[in-house]
């Protein structure tokens, strides 16, 4: 899966993929079609 850093609307990391509550990583920078992204790791992230 991945996001395109220019929808994020509102950023509660501290770190770049980094989980502010356990720490752990759940995502990677990359380029994707020449736009900035967020590679997310699978299994990592849970959606609501």
């Known amino acids: ?9 509102e950023d509660h990391t501290t770190e770049v993929g980094i989980c502010p ?3 752990q990583e759940f995502a990677r920078e990359t380029m994707i079609r020449g736009t900035p992204a ?3 790791v699978g299994g990592k992230v849970m959606v609501k």
């Open 38 to 40: 967020y590679k997310i």
């Open 1 to 9: 899966m991945k996001c395109f850093v220019e929808r994020i609307v």
């Open 21 to 23: 509550g356990c720490g």
